[in-house]
């Protein structure tokens, strides 16, 4: 170990988003059952979320969990609704099997408030969407093979922000480090997150 080694504070690589309840994520994780092979890797059910601020490399983990906290003290909870699965983002040499939410005033506006507190910025159109497979090659044989494309009557409340950590490389699965509750419209705000281990 180099000197000074120690002193330095060990970085994860972590993103904003949002977390479904079981049912839902049953759901969603039994649209990708049909997709199988060495060329697409299916999203364990476990995993399936929507990202609103993309990974950064982060050291302070408290002080990343009380920005969230803020942002999350000035929005309400609000109604996710699940539009349409299908393949993307181009459908004619798609390298996903996602769902696409409807980007609604509550999620737009939540989102633009979560990168101005990480100060972040993202360019591209907000096209709020659930991964659930990954296609490596080969996506258009695949998605004549299994045409998925349909729309949806799903929805889920969203009561909360997570704070994730990506995996390490080699490594599977992502981690909720806290969840941090949004403002609700007919109780009092809890004050109450959940902060998981970190570097465990």
């Not at 080694?5 to 970085?11: I, L, T």
């Not at 929805?155 to 080699?170: K, V």
């Amino acid at each position: 170990m180099m000197a000074g080694e120690q002193d330095r504070p060990e970085s994860h690589r972590v993103f904003v988003a949002l977390k479904f309840a079981p049912e839902v994520l049953q759901q969603l994780a039994d649209m990708s059952a049909s997709l199988d092979g060495s060329e697409v890797r299916r999203v364990a059910a476990g995993d399936i979320h929507l990202t609103l601020v993309p990974p950064w490399n982060e050291s302070a983990i408290f002080s990343a969990v009380s920005k969230l906290s803020r942002v999350a003290e000035h929005h309400d909870s609000f109604e996710l609704h699940f539009k349409h699965v299908g393949y993307g983002a181009d459908p004619r040499h798609p390298r996903f099997l996602w769902v696409e939410c409807l980007a609604s005033s509550e999620l737009a506006e939540l989102r633009a408030a979560l990168l101005t507190a990480f100060e972040c910025s993202e360019q591209r159109p907000f096209r709020p969407h659930v991964t659930l497979a990954r296609i490596r090659e080969r996506g258009g044989r695949i998605a004549r093979e299994h045409p998925i494309d349909r729309d949806l009557v799903l929805s889920q409340r969203i009561t909360s922000l997570e704070l994730m950590q990506s995996p390490p490389p080699g490594a599977i699965g992502y981690t909720v480090l806290a969840s941090v509750p949004l403002r609700s419209r007919t109780e009092p705000q809890s004050k109450l997150i959940c902060i998981n281990a970190v570097g465990a």
